[in-house]
Each structure stands twice: as structure tokens, then as C-alpha cells.
Nanobody
């Protein structure tokens, strides 16, 4: 199965941008659907953006027009470009993968990594 490591988080001002990266290994990356998720204090983990093996995308309403998910199969990496960041985007961000698009969309995946912290504050 694919192993994933998130990076790119940090502290950013409202209105700023970050690009998160999710590097994969241990499986055939290109056949997996990929997702970015976040969990804020006191809240459930939620899907932020997903991308299928064929390139279809889904976004949470709260990030549409601001975030873009993309993948580079040659680099075994999925990205989340985050623009116009807001304080409510503050959370730990996780990536995950599965051959099932439905599992990515629902987040019903067995293993989660450490994530990367994104803090949006002035």
C-alpha cells in the first residue's frame, strides 16, 4: 500500500498562500485517488479536496475558488495550493489515498499520518 508524508504547512497571514505537498511511496501511485483533509480543534476531520486517478476533482464549498488540488504521478506527489487563506482554514492537514474514489471522498481509510499544521493568523 502507498505510504504518504505531508509537508509545507506553517504560519501565514490572512490572505496569504501556502502549497502543501504529499509525497508517496510503496505502491503504484497513479492508480490511486488522492485526498486532502483537515481537522481543526474541536471539529471532525473533513475532506477539503479530492482528485481521482483520472483527474476529476471535488472541493469542499468552503475552499472552492481558493484551493486547487493537483497531482504529479511522475513525482509520486499530490499538491494542495491554498490561496486567500482565512483564519478558519487553520487546522492540521492530512493527505490520503485509496484505489476507491468513494473511500477518498468519505475518508474511510484505515491509516492516517502525522499531517502538517496550517495556522492562519495576524
Amino acid at each position: 500500500q502507498v505510504q504518504l508524508v505531508e509537508s509545507g504547512g506553517g504560519l501565514v497571514q490572512p490572505g496569504g498562500s501556502l502549497r502543501l505537498s504529499c509525497a508517496g511511496s510503496g505502491s503504484i501511485f497513479s492508480i490511486n485517488a488522492m485526498g486532502w483533509y483537515r481537522q481543526a480543534p474541536g471539529k471532525e476531520r473533513e475532506l477539503v479536496a479530492g482528485i481521482s486517478s483520472g483527474g476529476s476533482t471535488n472541493y469542499a464549498d468552503s475552499v472552492k475558488g481558493r484551493f486547487t488540488i493537483s497531482r504529479d504521478n511522475a513525482k509520486n506527489t499530490v499538491y494542495l495550493q491554498m490561496n486567500s487563506l482565512k483564519p478558519e482554514d487553520t487546522a492540521v492537514y492530512y493527505c490520503n489515498a485509496d484505489q476507491s474514489w468513494a473511500r477518498v471522498l468519505t475518508g474511510l481509510i484505515d491509516y492516517w499520518g502525522q499531517g502538517t499544521q496550517v495556522t492562519v493568523s495576524s
